[in-house]
Nanobody
Framework: QVQLVESGGGLVQPGGSLRLSCAAS????????MGWYRQAPGKQRDLVAHITTGDSKTYAESVKGRFTISRDNAKNTVYLQMNSLKPEDTAVYYC??????????????WGKGTLVTVSS
């Protein structure tokens, strides 16, 4: 059973920083692309950042220059460093990854989410 577990969310003041982590565990043969999405109350879930196995990165326009995605393949973990946070960054942040198990095809997995609240 493969799981993605996010951590690092919380309450932060505008202009502050947070670092989210997402660790994959279970019977994992390989991990393809990984990403972070977010969903604000009453809105759809949107892509925040995406990183491939070749370390190619994509960001939503609204977070470019403020957020940085990275991954540690040895730890099966993806990170999201969030700087200069704004109230509009408030949302539940979800981790996503394409993971191949032993003898199984690639499946798309989601974490349960971690809440980030930016408020004074």
């Amino acid at each position: 059973q493969v799981q993605l577990v996010e951590s690092g969310g919380g309450l932060v003041q505008p202009g502050g920083s947070l670092r989210l982590s997402c660790a994959a565990s279970g019977s994992i043969f390989s991990i393809n692309a990984m990403g972070w999405y977010r969903q604000a109350p009453g809105k759809q879930r949107d892509l925040v950042a995406h990183i491939t196995t070749g370390d190619s990165k994509t960001y939503a326009e609204s977070v470019k220059g403020r957020f940085t995605i990275s991954r540690d393949n040895a730890k099966n973990t993806v990170y999201l460093q969030m700087n200069s946070l704004k109230p509009e960054d408030t949302a539940v942040y979800y981790c996503n990854a394409g993971i191949r198990g032993y003898g199984t095809p690639i499946k798309n997995y989601w974490g349960k989410g971690t809440l980030v609240t930016v408020s004074s």
